[in-house]
């Protein structure tokens, strides 16, 4: 069974950019959840979707956006970047809520914005 | 204050001894995960439990749901066992909700 895959792996981008992260869950799994992972903050818990429905967020700006697909496979939006966005952003699935749930992690996207 | 607190931040450990990290965490959280990081970022989750005891090879977690504390044992621990050990804790409506993490190396 292929694991959860996210692309890209690494990117740059500069201020005022948007950027889109893909994430796709291990085949059957309906829960995708997304956190952002910087060296102050450690890791920080986004949002999760279930089903195509974002089922939780965390405290990040409206510029933080999500959804989730009919096949599962879920992407992230950040738009008007700043620095502060750099860091690597992890999304895990799991077959069940990711509160009840084992969660398997992808390789995460380094973000670097300029 | 955060909602998952986790001791020791450091932990300094020779192969073979046998370790442990704790959590501690707060009203409304019914779930905890243990995740472990390798440098180069690569989380795999080690255990999900809501109540007693897991075991999975060297590895041992134990939840007391009265006392709101779990703890993570690593039995006869080698080099290849560091690496970030992270507590999280899942409530029943589905926040998540993360430990500082213990950085854990083990000398040979």
């Known amino acids: 069974k292929a694991g959860v895959t996210q692309t890209p792996r690494y990117l740059i981008k500069t201020r005022g950019q948007q950027v889109t992260l893909s994430c796709s869950p291990i085949s059957g799994h309906r829960s995708v959840s997304w956190y952002q992972q910087t060296p102050g903050q450690g890791l920080q818990f986004l949002f999760e979707?279930?089903?195509?429905?974002?089922?939780n967020k965390g405290n990040f700006p409206g510029r933080f956006s999500g959804r989730q697909f009919s096949n599962s496979r879920s992407e992230m939006n950040v738009s008007t970047l700043e620095l502060g966005d750099s860091a690597l952003y992890l999304c895990?699935?799991?077959?069940?809520?990711?509160?009840?749930?084992?969660?398997?992690f992808g390789e995460g996207s380094r973000l670097t914005v300029l | 204050k955060n909602e998952v607190e986790q001791s020791p931040q450091n932990l300094t450990a020779q192969e073979g001894e046998f370790i442990t990290i704790n959590c501690s965490y707060s009203?409304?959280?019914?779930?905890l995960h243990w995740l472990q990081q390798h440098p180069g970022g690569g989380i795999v989750s080690l255990f999900m439990?809501?109540?007693g005891k897991k075991k999975h090879g060297r590895l041992i977690a134990t939840i007391n749901i009265q006392e709101k504390h779990s703890s993570l044992h690593i039995t006869a621990s080698h080099p290849r066992d560091s690496a970030v050990y992270i507590c999280?804790?899942?409530?029943?409506?589905?926040?998540?909700?993360f430990g500082q993490g213990t950085i854990l190396t083990v000398h040979p």
């Open positions: 999280v804790g899942g409530t029943s409506y589905g926040k998540l909700t």
């Open positions: 439990l809501s109540s």
């Open positions: 895990a699935s799991s077959d069940r809520a990711s509160n009840t749930g084992e969660l398997f």
């Open positions: 979707y279930f089903s195509e429905t974002q089922r």
């Open positions: 009203v409304g959280i019914s779930a």
